[in-house]
């Protein structure tokens, strides 16, 4: 009777390390051994021919100087295994096969293959057998289910016949302040997806992960060095969701190593000291104040894995001979600051550019260009600079303030001047480009919204919404929310350049509503141009008893807005029966045709000219008044503008009527003398219904017949004979 066990070692010994299962390899070759000659029925395990197959050469490296004990390969000759090296393993199957079973005259009546990959699989097609053979696969999953294979191979759980215990509990306790800056100081980056990632990883090698706890002053700005994500972000405020998401409890505490310590020791002693407590201990710091507590877990019989920076470790720990080290180096992938890409630069997984949020950059570059505003210099030194940040509290010392000016010249946001103490703000640098840009533009619209509208404060919502609409800052990865806008407002009030305060609801004196100023201290750089055309920017121009013909040659953009508005206001007016539109609501229908300040100009053209009104009305639906826009129709804009909108609807009637296709051509053919602006017609009758584009047919429509205001226009055409 022929009966193979082949044990395919490389698979299960990682299987085992990635499972954090400690076995004892004589246990497990002879385990092995033994349990296939009494499954095969055989009288002694002389009689089973067991293989061994590995790349024994990677197993000498890993066990290097332990000597013959620790060497796999040893182990398994001693308990009986002929060792098959196979250096390469896609040819595991095609070697076995050639060196064993080829040349074997006798089918084999046992086949065992103690593997948890499906690279044996080959075997139990190829091997040839008695027709009364029984074929085991013993592994963790059966990799056989759903192959031809399912219903003729015997599957049985590795673990469960070897009685090996599964797993071990373990639990983490991360200083993560002190990991962080060690990192920092090493002149790594500090990665928070990678520490994430290979934190959570290396705890599962262990066993079983039942607490990862990670302790620093969350929130504490400029406690911690930059903490950026896989793509070079600055993510130190989303660090605490991102731990929990992974499964790591963000625990806080105040600034300081002795703070995070303290509880952290005392966490691990009380956890410890329960009756279902961990089996394995992993203590992520350098710290020798931990010496003791490893001591204390020790004589309790717990496994104490200690996670270290190299450099930056107690040689008491390093020494402690109770303890195993592992250096967060050697297991997570991190970049130095010289190799780290910018941050402007960074994409999504689909190649679009990532969002430019604010980040500790954002303090550098801020309050690097204000000090230099300050002294009238574009040259600061290193410790005015820092200066500036500790007394903005971007960072919580001087020291803090070094490493993050230091990462800051490794990124190119500032540069060095003639030596190291004196320093250049690169403006051609993306992130301050842009950062500057953002702050230039959120500021100017609340100095803008100040002067012309003599408020003492932006409201926070209302300056959401002009900045929404702000077309210097559509750019790639800029102003797509208004949380990315929210973002960088609350940026600017932590930077001291604006003020954020809550006042009492002017119809609700309880409810108290967060508004905007800017910081008395604050001016902006005379040499910043103004974002928005200069005649938008007079705060002291007046447009009474300018005609709607004269406003075109002066804003041809507010020109086309007075036309919309007028047209939205009259159709919903009159449909609804109302006397006023919500200005918020007719501000968002028209949003996409605004240029950044021509609905304001336009609704301020027709205040002026006494074509409209803007006040608070009653508001049915609700118990506060609600702003809104209600027209004078008598006046001469509104007159001018309606009759302009009759006179093109009886234009596209005439066309209905004669069953001709709707577009710029057939009305330019009709009326070839007619002076019209014809994309703006087209564009309002398309946002006010009365035109709807025909599918699949570009540039031609049809005429929604049934209108109430173009019904309203026959009919008139029809009483009146024009």
Known sequence: ????????????????????????????????????????????????????????????????????????????????????????????????????????????????????????????????????????????????????????????????????????????????????????????????????????????????????????????????????????????????????????????????????????????????????????????????????????????????????????TSRQLENNSNIFIEYVEDFTDLQTHQSLSLASMATNDDGSPAGFTPSQWSSVVVQFDRCSQQLDSDVLTRQQLIDQLVDVSAVVSKARGEDLVAQAISLGIVRTLGGPNRLVLDLGHPIVEKTLLIRDRIVLRVMNTLNVRGWEYVNYGFLLKGLAMDRELERPGLNYSDQWRSDWIDCLVRERVLQRELVPHRHNPEDLVPVIKLNPDYELPEQKPSPVPNQAEQSDHSWAGVTLAELEQMEADTADMVRRVVVSVEQFTSFRGFTWCPLGSLHKRLRQYDNGMSFQRAVEFLLENGSAEVKEYPNPQSDFFTKGISLVLDSEICRLIVGERDAFIRLLLSLYERNMLISEMSVRAAEP??????????????????????????????????????????????????
């Open 1 to 312: 009777m022929a009966a193979y066990l082949i044990v395919d070692v490389d698979d299960l010994l990682a299987h085992f390390r990635n499972r954090g299962i400690s076995v004892d390899l004589q246990e497990l070759a002879v385990g092995l051994r033994g349990g296939a000659a009494l499954a095969a029925g055989l009288m002694s395990a002389d009689r089973l021919r067991a293989v061994a197959a590995a790349n024994w050469k990677t197993h000498r490296q890993k066990g290097g100087r332990a000597g013959a004990a620790k060497d796999p390969q040893y182990v398994f000759k001693a308990a009986g295994y002929d060792t098959f090296d196979i250096p390469r393993r896609e040819s595991l199957a095609d070697a076995l096969i050639m060196h064993y079973f080829s040349f074997d005259p006798e089918p084999v009546d046992e086949l065992i293959l103690a593997t948890t990959n499906p690279d044996l699989v080959p075997l139990v097609r190829r091997v040839k057998t008695t027709r009364s053979a029984r074929i085991r696969m013993w592994g963790s999953d059966d990799v056989l289910e759903g192959t031809e294979f399912a219903d003729d191979v015997i599957f049985q759980p590795l673990e469960t016949l070897l009685g090996i215990q599964q797993t071990k509990n373990v639990a983490v306790y991360i200083d993560f302040e002190n990991i962080a800056i060690s990192l920092n100081e090493q002149g790594y980056v500090v990665n928070l997806d990678s520490l994430i990632e290979s934190f959570s990883r290396q705890a599962k090698v262990h066993g079983q992960v039942v607490k990862m706890a990670a302790y620093a002053p969350w929130g504490q700005r400029g406690s911690l060095p930059p903490l950026t994500d896989t793509s070079g972000r600055e993510v130190a405020d989303d660090a605490p969701s991102r731990l929990a998401m992974a499964n790591i409890d963000p625990v806080f505490n105040l600034p300081g190593k002795n703070s995070a310590d303290m509880r952290i020791a005392k966490d691990i002693i009380t956890d410890s000291g329960h009756s279902d407590a961990a089996d394995v201990y992993i203590v992520a710091s350098g710290d020798r104040d931990f010496n003791e507590v490893i001591n204390t877990l020790r004589t309790r019989n717990k496994t104490v894995i200690l996670w270290a920076v190299h450099g930056s």
């Open 673 to 722: 003398g007619a002076r019209w602006s014809l994309p703006l017609w087209f564009s309002i009758m398309e946002t006010e219904n009365v035109l709807n584009p025909i599918p699949g047919r570009s540039g031609q429509y049809s005429l929604f017949r049934t209108h109430h205001t173009v019904t309203l226009v026959a009919d008139s055409q029809r009483l009146t004979g024009r």
